[in-house]
């Protein structure tokens, strides 16, 4: 059976027979997760041998002292810094803090409509520049998103008609957004890219130049060949905010067969509805459907929500057009958080973490917003309140990613022989005292690394 059939048919089973329908209830029945915690020990975490190097002098004494513990995971847990924009610039740096208490990757908003280049972007320059470099400061891994979408566009991109020309203003903008921020490693090339010919899709100067190009397979086909001329170390991403539709199964199969150059599967889960909600089987059977694509999975939305659940879309639609009508009237009509609901978004996330934190093919988790304001579609989507206080899932993530996931080691070793070493794969710092004299010290632990870690000290 050919390779396109065979992840067609898994993606058939994994909707049809398992479903995405999780329990009509406030308390949320733990998962099974039968392995998971080996699955992590087994691809998270490395055994190593570390040999520190002392600079020169012969050792009075072998026995040493260390202290050291991981600071940053090779695993991206992030968050979007995109609800940020109305925000004041004190509850912006109340916002930063709380996600560097937690995440270690960050995903930054490139929206055409917000970076239209027929207006003055220097008020725009310098907040994502400063962005950029506080992400940096602060060790975060970036996403730039995204470098083109259908969505979110200015009005003169919505109205343009030549698609010759708009073709070279669509590559003037992803070159400048790639060369202008060398520090961004991850983009996200075509937001959503099955969509543009969805009835919910206005048509647009990008859609007419899709159907130019021959449609969707061979327009995303240029651009990632595009993208690839412009710079080819980038981590490049085919995101859709519906991961089960099997047309996006079909366009990576597609990818694969043409050998285009990218790098991951985005996934979003955007969980507003009870028929969005993912199942333990349903996630872990859509994972698994594209892993023969042997492209690494990024979760790069993910929305649960201490709110009230519509049950399908179309019940959605109807709140969504009142809060359109709401704001049309310069008032806010979003969705209260829900005491037993957050209870029951802190179960459901440490489960939805932790199985996808176990399988070896998924390499990022994105929460969309971190708190309640500003969240996405109205609902209480974030981790933190209206005013950033902490939400039991805040907590609950927190004690998973900075605790049950990390280590930390405090021991006494034979400075000669070296210290062997095992651990979750990141990047450490810490302290060894040998000889009467303390040693500052960092090293990345790598997964496929085979020869031992060699430090050479020096002090600070």
Partial sequence: MPLRF?????????VNV?????????????????????????????????????????????????SFELVNHDFNFGVSLTQMGPFSSEYQEIYKSRAKELFNFVTLGFYWAGRDERTDLTGYKRQMRAKVDWAVENNFKIKGHPLLWHESLPKWVIDYEDSATLEKIIYKRIKDLIQTYPEIEYWDVYNEAIAPFKDHVTPSGVTRWITYKGGIYPAMKALYDFVNQIDANKIYTNNHYH????????????????NVGYHAIGMQAHMQTHDNLFT??????????????????????????????????????????????????GKMLNLPSIAEKEVYQAAYLKDFYTLLFSHPNVSSITMWNLTDRNAWRGHAGGILDMELQP????????KLIKDTWTTRVNTTFDFDKGLAFSGFYGTYEGVVNVDGTSYSFSFEHKKGADKPIHITLSKQ
């Avoid at 949320?28 to 998270?44: F, G, V």
Wanted: proline share 4%; glycine share 4%.
């Fill in 243 to 258: 991961p089960t539709d099997p047309e996006f199964l079909k366009l990576n199969t597609f990818f694969i067969e043409q």
């Fill in 18 to 66: 398992t479903g995405l329908y999780a329990q009509d209830r406030l308390i949320h029945k733990p998962w099974k997760l039968e392995q998971a915690n080996q699955r992590i020990d087994s691809i998270r975490k490395g055994s190593t041998t570390i040999q520190f190097i002392h600079p020169g002098k012969q050792l009075s004494v072998s026995q040493a002292t260390t």
């Fill in 391 to 398: 939400k039991k899932a805040f907590y609950t993530l927190k």
């Fill in 6 to 14: 065979f992840l067609l048919f898994s993606l058939m089973l994994c």
């Fill in 280 to 329: 333990e089987d349903a996630l872990w059977n859509l994972v698994n459907t594209f892993t023969p694509l042997g492209k690494k999975i990024q979760f790069t939305e993910v929305t649960v929500t201490s709110s009230k659940l519509f049950n399908n879309w179309k019940d959605h639609q109807v709140f969504l057009e009142e809060r359109k009508e709401a704001q049309k009237k």
